[in-house]
């Protein structure tokens, strides 16, 4: 079956940086567009970043508040997925989640509308604290 774990978080000053990971089974991910969520204390699941399948040449969409700081990637052979985090600040402070849909024969670039995302992972804790 379809299964996501995320690693990598972690509590990091306010500048620095973190990769998480997102280690995937139970699918080709080739053929699934690949999602990261955060949601901080008090507040609702957001979407952070996004990549598409292949069909939709792997575009990706970013959230305003990342944009220029944040960087999703995939590793297709290695079934994982990446969210390269730099600059942090005090309030990207959330569980990480990771998230997945079948997207094999989409052409359109992947959204950050939760309901389009049927499978997710557990999270990983960031804290970015001085």
């Known amino acids: 079956q379809v299964q996501l774990v995320e690693s990598g978080g972690g509590l990091v000053q306010p500048g620095g940086s973190l990769r998480l990971s997102c280690t995937t089974s139970?699918?080709?991910?080739?053929?699934?567009?690949i999602a990261w969520f955060r949601q901080a204390p008090g507040k609702e699941r957001e979407g952070v970043s996004c990549i598409s399948s292949s069909r939709a040449d792997y575009g990706t969409t970013y959230a305003d508040s990342v944009k220029g700081r944040f960087t999703i990637s995939r590793d297709n052979a290695g079934n994982t997925a990446y969210l390269q985090m730099n600059n942090l600040k005090p309030e990207d402070t959330a569980v990480y989640f990771c998230?997945?849909?079948?997207?094999?024969?989409?052409?359109?670039?992947?959204?950050?509308?939760?309901?389009?995302?049927?499978?997710w992972g557990q999270g990983t804790q960031v804290t970015v604290s001085a």
């Open positions: 139970g699918f080709t991910l080739n053929y699934y567009a």
């Open positions: 998230a997945t849909y079948f997207a094999r024969f989409s052409p359109e670039v992947c959204s950050l509308s939760m309901r389009q995302y049927p499978y």
